[in-house]
């Protein structure tokens, strides 16, 4: 049976949402009853017969407890729509650069190559970068609503302080985050505590307000007036502490697991566990609260350490101890970390300022990987294994790749101009000059769309030269740049593919995925979480018939043998309702796109056995070719499961 890690995080996670909407509830239940308490007893002379419980079922309560429940929800929604921008509004809440891609500076440009690493080895789009030029201590997270609009954003402590193995710790328990799909309720935490603490800030309001009129005013009835308002302020104050407690009660419910979790998949993915045991280390040592921003409460659930102090850490903090986590890592690992930085500081500085030691150690190894022509998992191995994970040779993969880049390639494909025409250069690579010329020349004359051959020419050689193995990792490594377009500029980068693509009345699998990879990407719908709507394969039971009988087709030239493959892989599907319809004929690619995108709304768990499908037609004669290659990474990255680099033939 396939192992369903990734996808049963995925599930695990919508699953947090409810638990988040159910502590928040709670919440508000409390917190508006506290209030009720106070409003009882500063009413209580008018009505000092009633009973507490009869006064709260009474206009008065039922007012004040609706009062208190409107006041939250709309400071939740407040914030609400003040984070509908997603990753990069968070990131400019608290007031951080986005990294320039041209950066000279030597830690961002080390910043800038883990991630790309990193990303790359998942198969998921490099996430943009931000950095927090005003924070000295080491801290980071990541925020969006899904990875196509991730951002991750980085103190400069953490450039300055880490060297390249514990940042690389520090990027892969963030990318952990990223797979697991733990963004987005991190986001929607942010918003529900603005509600939380709305109490207290209306009672912070008041009593700033009872001491201004102090000043200003002598009467006795005025400083009846006062006192009460005072009062009630001091009150509201108090609530809304309360209501601290509580939203860091829902922040450690919420954040602890996974904590732990992202930790241990930055070992997975790094093979390192004293790398980010370090980089723990070196928090334990200062601190990794956030100075700058007003937000570092608000945040501290989403951060790689704690961002803001508070008592009773230990129960309250939306992280383990850090010792804890150190030790949670690999036994013994605190022990061998003191003695190191103790014993060792001039080794550790040593290796800090040599940021390519890691990549040279895993080039040998890398090179191999990209020239395999050998599936690196047999039969025995389900696909969807490898899906939301990095494995050491993923990682070799993408360092050796990254490596054999030349600088001028990859500096084009951090520019506006560039990313563009990589996609150009990309669909028209096989072509002649004149048949390129001919193609392109149907693009509008525009400032940034327009065809440029003196780019296009610097491009081609690289991509020429590293054959098809470049032309997705290429893509996601434009995809910070073109999601940096205005939505028109990303309409016209998308129609025009599109009118290029069906020019010649014929699409390959590439220029299908790269269509498709833009769309997905790019379109307006990039950032929306997709909701889920069918639970079982009844309801899609169509487009399983349209998706597999495009992978047996891909996958077998004889007719025969595809239509073996195509009724093996659909059997599993249907029990129970005798022989599968037959193969499909042509699949138009307008069919394919709707087909995948309902099968997107299936639940996370039912989606394995569909990439298990898939792989199982490929696979069927132990080698995975190039079309091949480019159709499962359309078909995962369509249903939202990042599937690292292959191997192939």
């Keep these: 049976m396939a192992n369903p890690g990734f996808f049963e995080r995925q599930a695990n996670a919508r699953r ?49 407890a609706g009062a208190v429940v409107v006041l939250i929800l709309a400071g939740s929604l407040i914030r609400w729509m003040d984070l509908a921008g997603g990753g990069e509004r968070v990131a400019k809440m608290v007031n951080a650069r986005e990294l320039d891609p041209s950066s000279q500076d030597a830690d961002e440009r080390r910043l800038r190559n ?44 953490a450039l300055t302080e880490l060297n390249r193995d514990e940042l690389q710790g520090v990027v892969g328990h963030e990318f952990s985050h990223i797979l697991n799909g733990d963004m987005r309720i991190n986001v929607r935490l942010i918003a529900l505590l603005a509600g939380i603490l709305t109490i207290g800030q209306i009672g912070f309001f008041l009593l700033r307000g009872a001491s201004v009129r102090h000043h200003v005013s002598s009467s006795r009835n005025r400083n009846n007036g006062q006192a009460i308002l005072l009062l009630v302020g001091v009150a509201l104050a108090a609530i809304g502490y309360v209501g601290v407690f509580f939203g860091r009660l829902i922040q450690a419910a919420v954040s602890r697991e996974r904590e732990r979790l992202a930790d241990a ?57 850090i010792d804890e986590r150190i030790n949670a890592i690999q036994p013994g690992l605190l022990s061998r970390l003191k003695v190191r930085f103790r014993d060792q500081a001039a080794t550790t500085s040593q290796a800090a300022a040599n940021p390519t030691d890691q990549a040279v150690r895993c080039f040998a190894s890398g090179a191999s990987a990209i020239a395999s022509t050998r599936v690196s998992h047999g039969r025995g191995q389900p696909m969807s294994q490898r899906v939301g994970t990095v494995t050491p040779a993923n990682e070799d993969y993408a360092v050796a790749l990254l490596r054999r880049l030349p600088p001028s390639f990859r500096d084009l494909l951090y520019t506006r101009t560039g990313a563009v025409q990589l996609c150009w250069a990309l669909l028209t690579r096989d072509m002649s000059d004149d048949e390129r010329n001919k193609c392109l020349w ?106 597999f009988s495009l992978m047996a087709r891909a996958a077998s030239k004889h007719p025969a043998e595809a239509e073996k493959l195509y009724q093996e892989a659909l059997a599993s599907f249907m029990p129970g309702q005798g022989t599968p319809p037959g193969l499909h004929g042509k699949i138009t690619v307008k069919q394919l796109q709707a087909s995948l995108a309902r099968l997107n709304q299936l639940s996370p768990m039912l989606k394995p056995a569909i990439i298990d499908a898939c792989g199982y037609c490929i696979l069927h004669d132990g080698h995975i070719d190039v079309r091949e290659y480019e159709l499962v990474r359309l078909i995962a990255d369509q249903l939202d499961c990042p599937l690292p680099p292959l191997s192939t033939a």
């Excluded at 790309?116 to 996430?127: R, Y």
């Design 442 to 547: 149907q693009i509008p004359d525009t400032a940034l769309m327009r065809p440029q051959p003196e780019i296009i020419n610097r491009l081609l050689p690289t991509l020429v030269s590293e054959g098809d193995v470049i032309r997705f990792p290429a893509l996601e490594l434009a995809m910070p740049i073109l999601r940096q377009l205005d939505p028109e500029e990303k309409k016209l980068l998308i129609r025009h593919t599109g009118e290029i693509v069906r020019a010649d009345g014929r699409v390959t699998l590439f220029e299908l995925a790269l269509f498709s990879f833009l769309k997905r990407h790019l379109g307006p719908d990039a950032g929306h979480t997709v909701s889920v709507r069918y639970r079982s394969y009844r309801k899609v039971s169509a487009d399983l018939e349209c998706l």
């Design 16 to 64: 947090n949402t409810l638990l988040l909407i159910l502590l928040f509830s709670v919440a508000v239940v409390l917190i508006a009853l506290a209030v009720c308490v106070v409003g009882y007893l500063v009413t209580r002379g008018e009505d000092s017969g009633l009973r507490f419980d009869h006064w709260l079922l009474g206009s008065h309560g039922l007012a004040t």
């Design 114 to 157: 883990v991630v790309e690493e990193m990303a790359i080895a998942s198969g998921i789009p490099v996430p943009r970068l931000y950095v927090m030029d005003n924070e000295h201590a080491i801290n980071a997270f990541v925020a969006g609503y899904s990875p196509n609009e991730a951002v991750m954003v980085m103190t400069r402590g």
């Design 265 to 321: 998949s930055s070992v997975q993915f790094t093979r390192n566990p004293e790398g980010i045991g370090g980089a723990l280390y070196k928090i334990g040592l200062g601190s990794g609260y956030l100075e700058s921003t007003s937000h570092a409460s608000d945040m501290n659930h989403m951060c790689f350490g704690e961002s803001t102090r508070m008592a009773f850490s230990r129960l309250l903090g939306s992280h383990p101890p």
